[in-house]
């Protein structure tokens, strides 16, 4: 999968925290410390001894921490997480604790030389209804009253609902989804806002990420922020501005840009995480990451900060869509992590979740692990650090926890030995501090020397491992005198994260596949990367080859170059309809199409033996938990009779259908001698056209290409 080198102990020439500290673009982390995460809905004092036994040790810059402002119950969903997102007041008494307790944490986390950035929720109070909020505060939006501030109708906008994203004066003066719009251009809300955000500041926290700026008229921010203090000389500077990131949701073609909020602050890049979840979703390539950020289009990387996912994208709002990758998707979503905290675009911030269950519709409103009395659930721990209990804690992980310090490293240096293959295999340094290795093929290992820019001797790869006592306690990796090392990274490996199984090994003779272990039909698995377009779909045809057997004819039953199949069931849901009305008395892999019987999908023919689209994303109708890969892998799967085989043997090329090029072949496949794998034996018997599988394995490839993997079942 990846693989990651950086210098031990050496620091990086950056002009990162030279800048003037009268800046609101400014990080306020400790020098050093380049890295955001998101503790999404923990409890204070489960923060403060998070940044104390943990995020200090490794490196973090700050945490983002939810809002901390009083704020509705919602009973129906119950205690739903966008809860926060609905203010009552600005008391410090919410869901995760109290006045003291945020305090305490605050002066326990930059002790730990860790900062606090606040989520804060300024362009709006809550949505309809009446009563109190998580402070005893009374409210009413009947009459706009909201006592604990106090708000009053005299401080809200128009009383109309946001309708049409193209009409600006609507986005920036109407209900956003129903919530209260206060009217940020009168002196009174803003000063009420500023001392809000002056009497989180005298607490000691850092700055804050703003919530929905798209709502707000930038010069009505620009003026809260005018009327903002400095922040505490007890931990910062004097005159140290607070770091402000700004969220504006903009992917291009809205009324609305993100370049209007960039004086204000930094601002959030959606097109980043979309763009890279794309590429690690395979919908392109890999190689052209390298450019990604003002090249394309994108904010100043100056003024940006970027993530793979946030707590409103993953759950499908807030810019979200079929793209984002998240903890559901383990394997992509480590990488696309690794590669933004190695590649230079942007302040970055990684996600800390809480889990819920696609399936159950529960990412529209499930909220953080909770006892009975609907108190938040305390964070703990396994014997290996990961989260229990319904957290997830990916900043744990130990791939991406560790690429915090290859950031920090890595810091203020440039890109550069940019290696790919064409495809999805990537690899660059940065400066001579670091260097990254990825590969995201489906089938196929990364096996080469590669300029590293870094000097002569052993380094640790800091995924597998760390440098403790002058030794790796993973991977060590060595440069030569011209700055070369040999990458070596397997298409399946993954970093050692708990989330990670390996299937145990069979015996030796079933590895072999001897003469005397082919006597009987064994469970023969062909997988196929292919991105198929509209009404397209994948057949295996294939067998012996002809020109290896005598008397093969067009004569399914009779043919001596078919081979029995007898398939296993993938799914009965609506996603599997076509594939088992395909698959019915199909009983033969051969290369003439369907067999006389087979049956049909309303009148449409199988044009082979079909295989069904899937994906390793748990929660998708497409989902099979032995595809490791990812989306648009076609899985076959059969009981296969190994002794009509050639010792073991079989040949196949893919059939697609609506496919114009080459009559819907796959074209010639020139395979290497030997496939990587598991499997003991996976040297082709002979050249050919074709692909190889063997029979009683799993056969991965890619369609077009001739990398292969062949793996024990």
């Known amino acids: 999968m990846l693989i990651a080198y950086f210098i031990p102990g050496e620091k990086s020439r950056s002009s990162h925290h030279n800048r003037d500290k009268h800046d609101y673009h400014d990080d306020t982390c400790v020098s050093g410390r380049t890295v955001i995460v998101h503790l999404f809905d923990w409890k204070w004092t489960d923060i403060a001894a998070e940044c104390e036994r943990f995020l200090g040790p490794k490196g973090f810059c700050g945490v983002q921490v939810s809002p901390p402002n009083e704020h509705l119950v919602i009973t129906s969903p119950h205690r739903p997480w966008y809860e926060r997102y609905q203010p009552v007041s600005y008391k410090l008494e919410s869901r995760s604790g109290t006045r003291g307790q945020f305090a305490d944490m605050v002066k326990r986390c930059n002790a730990a030389q860790v900062r606090i950035y606040v989520d804060a929720v300024i362009n709006h109070m809550s949505a309809s209804g009446h009563g109190v909020g998580t402070g005893g505060s009374a409210y009413n939006t009947m009459n706009m009253s909201y006592a604990g501030v106090p708000y009053s109708a005299l401080d809200f906008n128009y009383n109309c609902e946001i309708n049409n994203y193209n009409d600006i004066n609507q986005v920036r003066n109407c209900k956003l989804v129903g919530l209260q719009d206060l009217a940020l251009s009168k002196r ?6 500023a001392d809000y955000l002056n009497d989180l500041i005298s607490l000691g926290v850092a700055g804050f990420r703003v919530d929905a700026c798209k709502h707000m008229w930038p010069g009505d921010i620009e003026a809260i922020y005018s009327l903002l203090q400095p922040l505490n000389i007890t931990w910062f500077g004097p005159g140290t501005k607070p770091f402000v ?28 995480c979309d763009e890279v979840g794309k590429a690690f979703r395979r919908q392109f390539m890999l190689k052209n990451l390298r450019t990604i950020g003002e090249a394309w289009a994108m904010l100043p990387s100056d003024k940006a900060l970027v993530f793979v996912d946030n707590h409103d994208n993953q759950r499908g709002h807030g810019g979200g869509g079929s793209t984002i990758l998240t903890f559901h998707n383990p394997r992509e979503y480590k990488m696309a992590v690794a590669f933004m905290l190695a590649h230079p675009y942007g302040f970055t ?3 800390s979740s809480h889990v ?3 399936s159950h519709g529960q990412q529209d409103w499930m909220g953080p692990p909770s006892y009975d009395n609907d108190t938040t659930k305390t964070v703990t721990l396994d014997n290996e650090g990961q989260c229990l209990d319904g957290w997830v804690c990916e900043h744990r992980w130990p791939a991406i926890a560790s690429m915090v310090k290859f950031r920090n490293v890595a810091d203020g240096q440039p890109l550069e030995n ?3 293959n064409g495809f999805d295999q990537i690899a660059f340094s940065r400066g001579r501090n670091a260097f990254i290795a990825i590969n995201n093929e489906v089938v196929g290992d990364l096996h080469r020397e590669l300029p590293t820019g870094m000097a002569t001797g052993s380094y640790c790869d800091v995924i597998s491992g760390e440098l403790v006592n002058g ?9 030569d005198q011209d700055g070369v090392a040999l990458i070596t990274i397997s298409s399946l490996s993954n970093p050692p994260i708990p989330m990670t199984e390996e299937k145990p090994k069979k015996n030796d003779v079933e590895q072999q596949g001897s003469a005397s272990s082919l006597e009987e039909f064994q469970e023969t698995v062909v997988m196929v990367h292919f991105r198929s377009g509209y ?27 078919s081979i029995a ?3 296993n069931s993938l799914g009965d849901m609506g996603h599997h309809v076509k594939f088992n009305a395909w698959r019915t008395r199909d009983t033969k892999l051969d290369w003439y199409g369907a067999e006389p019987d087979q049956a049909r999908f309303y009148n449409q023919v199988a044009m082979g033996s079909p295989a069904l689209w899937t994906t390793n994303e748990e929660g998708h109708d497409g989902y099979q938990p032995i595809n490791r890969f990812g989306p648009n892998v076609w899985m076959w799967k059969v009981e296969m009779n190994c002794s009509q085989t050639d010792a073991g043997w079989f040949e196949f090329k893919c059939f697609v259908s609506n496919l114009a090029e080459n009559g819907g072949w796959e074209h010639d496949i020139h395979q290497p001698i030997r496939c990587s794998g598991t499997a003991e034996d996976s040297r082709r018997p002979r050249s050919s056209n074709n692909h190889f599988a063997r029979c009683g394995h799993t056969n991965t490839f890619d369609f077009d290409r001739a990398e292969c993997r062949i793996d024990v079942n």
């Open 349 to 351: 911030r990684i996600m």
């Open 188 to 193: 009174y809300v803003r000063e009420k806002i």
């Open 418 to 420: 940019w290696f790919d």
């Open 565 to 567: 199949i007898r398939y």
């Open 535 to 561: 009404g397209q779909d994948l057949f295996i045809r294939g067998g012996v080859d002809t020109e290896h057997r005598e008397g093969c004819t067009e004569n399914t039953a009779s043919n001596p170059c």
């Open 245 to 272: 990131f700004n969220e504006v949701i903009d992917k291009g073609g809205g009324v609305i840009s993100a370049s209007e909020y960039t004086h204000l602050g930094r601002v959030t890049e959606f097109r980043f």
């Open 471 to 479: 030794e790796c306690t993973g991977q060590a990796v060595h440069v």
């Open 356 to 358: 819920w269950n696609i």
